[in-house]
């Protein structure tokens, strides 16, 4: 390659040169990222020997964050909802424990009316589908049951798939 006579021209295509290469250590380093981020998805309960340390920090440091958000609650809340499993404090319009799952009940649900079992919302005489989550009731003899769809998993990476999702969130596979 040879030299540009005039040094400016030289500095600037360096600079630009040195721009590209930045640009592409940065997409090297997303590429990483999602690939650390897929490994996780998909095998964090099961690591192998190298990553288990990892994968194991991982898991501490979301435990971590979930502490820190439960003392930022514990300072903001006003009137919250307390989980009956786990005595998480919940903001007041929550409708499940955001730590571990279990459905917050106001003592006004507790009576004698119908649970939904794909959500636990409350389901009322005669409702054709849940209030809460719009699952759609099946009434057997006088029993109240929810179809409920089956979970679906990337074909590629195994990550559990929202209802209607065409792609994967973690590794952009389209699923059918």
């Known amino acids: 390659m040879s030299m ?6 030289t500095e600037e295509l360096v600079n630009t040169i040195k721009g590209q290469i930045a640009d592409k250590e940065k997409e090297i380093q997303e590429n990483f990222t999602k ?4 490994y996780y998805v998909k095998y964090a309960k099961n690591p192998d ?3 288990s340390e ?3 920090e991982i898991e501490n440091q979301y435990q ?3 502490q820190m958000e439960q003392q ?3 300072l903001t809340l006003e009137d919250p909802k307390i989980c009956p499993q786990c005595g998480t404090k919940n903001a007041k319009d929550s409708l499940f424990c ?3 799952g279990c459905k917050l009940t106001e003592e006004k649900e507790e009576q004698e009316e119908n649970i939904c ?3 636990g919302g409350t389901l009322r005489e005669g409702d054709r589908f849940c209030r809460s989550c719009g699952a759609k009731v099946v009434v057997e003899e006088q029993e109240i049951q929810l179809a409920q769809p089956e979970p679906r998993h990337c074909k590629n990476c195994g990550a559990l798939l929202e209802e209607d999702a065409i792609f994967c969130i973690y590794c952009g596979t389209k699923n059918n």
């Not at 690939?35 to 897929?38: F, P, Q, T």
């Open 4 to 9: 540009p006579e005039n040094i400016e021209n």
């Open 35 to 38: 690939l650390g981020e897929v």
């Open 54 to 56: 990892l994968c194991q």
């Open 64 to 66: 971590e964050i979930n």
């Open 98 to 100: 955001g730590e571990c």
């Open 72 to 74: 930022i609650l514990d």
């Open 117 to 119: 079992p794909n959500c």
């Open 49 to 51: 020997g190298d990553f």
